[in-house]
């Protein structure tokens, strides 16, 4: 990996008031690095992510944005690209004008504009709408022109805040091309996304933020792999109407109730010999499974060992 | 610089495209204020009293020869709009429920000594009484010139003392001639001279194409600088407050552009003011155009400052509303300030309508120099760079 890092960010401390929002993190990012950033609403993620777009500054510790203060010196701040959680464009104005526009107020010397413009939408497959006015096109093209608007400069940090928060399955494909896209180009790409199958799928490393620290870290197989070892997951769906005395049978079989209504689970090393064995006894107990299924755990599966403080 | 003074046109270039292509606001914002000038200015050009035509009711109860005349003259009369009353009740219920300005009994005969017309009015139409009174008098005078003299004589009656039989006949004798014959009436007390270079519907035109201008150029502005917070909103301010230049240089272009579309608005109303009403805004343009650049500044930087102090877009929108109408309806947008009593008047100098009304009124009416409206170009453009300056500094600021 480039030896020189784009993001160094080394404890971060900041409070709001009497509430420490941040406390002591440390984040690095190479390029071509994509880094998922993960955790619960109020884990200090957007905190975070001001300070590393220089919006404040840390109460204590430092951030380094190519090797220079984002707060104190603006020029730092010329390799970032942000693409906000909303779709960050002017509505009445064609794809082109609105990169054109940003364009121009990222800095992009005037003789420059027109390539630029083309590249970022090449590079996000927006070129065929060129035209047409942002308020006509699709959720997915949308998100796309949202991130053109933010690599028109060709910054080497790219920051996604959920970029693909309430789009469908193919779009989000679409977008997640993109992202990989502009990794292989040698953009550092953060993304700050609830969507756990995107950042396990997408991600070279995440990031779990649990109430302002930093409480694991590193390359998503790897995390699982070291979390679960050999042990898949076991997912037993029943049928609706399940009685107390149901729940307490299937607590003792070490199920454990997931956040779907008839849907349990439990990890277990015997893979899917011990599937068969758990579906006989349920069939004896008289709690049929409708479906059982065995899969290898997931980041959904680390998160909310880490979020439920059952891990790190 | 330079690149910040690019930065501001990209800016510029988006709020024209935005209000090209939302053809309702376009036509709110350049052809409106041109349509409520005519308004006002046809409902306000009246009550300088060139056209004022009462409605009258008149009822006579005398029944007389002469008063039979000087009613039929009042009905005939093409300086009122007069209607005949069966009563006095009905005269009184008429006036009262305003389906007429004024009202006329005419009591007594007008030939016979005593008050023989009773004026019925309304405190809220003060102008009406006098006015029926002066066109009852001229009809008298034309209609009924043989009362008027009989009138006359007995005026002079207690001066001069009884008259003789001989100078009763002879009067008698001129009565009837003058009833036979009524001489042509003329206004022997009267002359009159219109003012030198006066023009049509004047002070009063020129008033509400400034009342206008400043009302609409606010509103617009208060409409453009909300955009402001649609900007925080949807994330074009975190965009752009994480890039190199940050928001200031869209506050300058928006600052700009609205200083612009006021200045093409103010263009609308007085195109429509010299057109229809001849006030005479090319011949005077020297001043017409720093008062107008003057007035677009001051809308322009004190609604992006106001703005900019609301943190949520309701608390903003509540703001432009207060700002649009308390300070129109203050500074004389909606009301001329002449009919304002005399603390509000005072009151209506904290606002910019009744600086830029009265810069205009100053140059297109007074024919004052720039001795007469330097000072409001000053308050006007220190008003808007003080707006301008708030809203960069608060754009600045990297925590809101």
Not at chain 2, 219 to 237: H, K, N
Request: proline share 5%.
């Amino acid at each position: 990996m480039n030896p020189d890092p784009i993001l160094v960010a080394e404890g971060v401390v900041r409070s709001y008031g009497q509430r420490r929002v941040l406390k002591g993190v440390d984040l690095t990012l190479h390029p071509g690095e994509i880094y998922a950033l993960l955790g619960h609403n109020g884990a200090g993620k957007t905190t975070l992510v001001r300070a590393i777009c220089g919006r404040l500054k840390p109460d204590a510790g430092s951030v380094r944005l190519n090797g220079a203060d984002p707060a104190r010196t603006p020029a730092a701040r010329a390799g970032l690209g942000l693409v906000p959680q909303e779709i960050a464009l002017y509505a009445n104005l064609s794809v082109r004008e609105n990169i054109e526009t940003f364009a121009v107020l990222a800095g992009v010397p005037r003789a420059g504009i027109p390539a630029a413009v083309r590249r970022a939408m090449e590079l996000t497959r927006t070129l065929e709408r060129a035209d047409a006015p942002v308020r006509t096109l699709s959720g997915g093209f949308q998100r796309r022109a949202n991130i053109a608007a933010a690599i028109v400069h060709q910054p080497t940090l790219l920051i996604l805040d959920e970029p693909t928060v309430g789009v469908d399955i193919d779009a989000r494909e679409a977008v997640d091309a993109v992202i990989r896209d502009l990794r292989d180009l040698g953009v550092a790409v953060l993304i700050v996304t609830h969507d756990l199958d995107q950042a396990g799928a997408l991600a070279d490393r995440v990031g779990f933020l649990r109430d302002g620290t930093m409480v694991l870290e590193g390359e998503p197989r790897a995390l699982v792999a070291e979390a679960y070892g050999d042990q898949m997951e076991i997912l037993v769906h029943l049928s609706e109407g399940l009685d107390t005395a149901g729940e307490i049978r299937l607590a003792a079989e070490g199920l454990e109730p997931t956040r779907r209504p008839g849907v349990w689970t439990r990890l277990d090393a015997g893979g899917y010999a011990a599937a068969g064995r758990l579906d006989a006894r349920l069939r004896k107990l008289g709690l049929a499974p409708r479906e059982i299924r065995v899969r290898e755990p997931s980041l959904a599966n680390l998160f909310t060992l880490v979020a439920d403080r059952k891990a790190a | 610089m330079k690149t910040r003074a690019l930065m501001a046109l990209a800016m510029m270039r988006v709020m024209a495209l935005e209000l090209w292509r939302d053809r309702a606001a376009l036509v709110m914002t350049f052809l409106l204020p041109p349509l409520v000038f005519l308004i006002f200015s046809s409902v306000f050009a009246g009550t300088s009293g060139d056209n004022l035509q009462p409605k009258l009711a008149v009822t006579d109860l005398a029944r007389t020869d002469a008063s039979r005349r000087v009613a039929a003259a009042l009905l005939k009369s093409p300086d009122l709009r007069a209607e005949t009353a069966p009563d006095p009740a009905a005269v009184r219920a008429r006036v009262k429920s305003g389906q007429v300005d004024v009202g006329l009994v005419i009591r007594a005969d007008p030939a016979a000594p005593g008050k023989p017309f009773l004026i019925v009015a309304d405190p809220s139409r003060a102008v009406a009484a006098p006015l029926a009174q002066a066109r009852t008098q001229q009809a008298l005078a034309a209609a009924a010139p043989d009362a008027a003299l009989r009138r006359s004589v007995e005026a002079l009656t207690p001066a001069l003392g009884d008259l003789t039989p001989v100078q009763s006949a002879r009067i008698d004798a001129a009565a009837k001639q003058l009833r036979a014959k009524p001489p042509a009436l003329k206004e022997d007390l009267f002359d009159r001279e219109q003012i030198a270079g006066a023009r049509k519907g004047g002070a009063v035109i020129a008033y509400y194409a400034g009342a206008v201008m400043i009302l609409f150029a606010l509103f617009s502005a208060m409409q453009g600088a909300l955009s402001l917070m649609e900007e925080r909103r949807a994330g074009v301010a975190d965009r752009l407050l994480a890039g190199v230049a940050g928001m200031g240089p869209v506050v300058t272009g928006k600052f700009l552009f609205l200083t612009a579309q006021a200045i093409v608005q103010a263009v609308m109303i007085f195109v429509v003011a010299q057109a229809v009403y001849g006030v005479e805004a090319l011949q005077h343009f020297a001043l017409w155009l720093p008062t107008t650049l003057a007035a677009g500044v001051c809308s322009a930087g004190l609604a992006l400052g106001l703005v900019s102090l609301c943190r949520t877009r309701d608390q903003a929108q509540m703001l432009s509303t207060f700002v649009i109408l308390v300070l129109a309806a203050i500074g004389g947008s909606m009301a001329p300030r002449f009919l304002m009593p005399a603390w509000l008047q005072s009151l209506g100098w904290l606002t910019p309508h009744a600086w830029v009304i009265d810069a205009y009124q100053a140059v297109l009416w007074r024919d004052g120099g720039i001795g007469a409206v330097y000072k409001a170009w000053i308050v006007l453009a220190a008003v808007g760079a003080t707006g301008l300056g708030v809203a960069q500094a608060l754009s600045r600021d990297p925590q809101r």
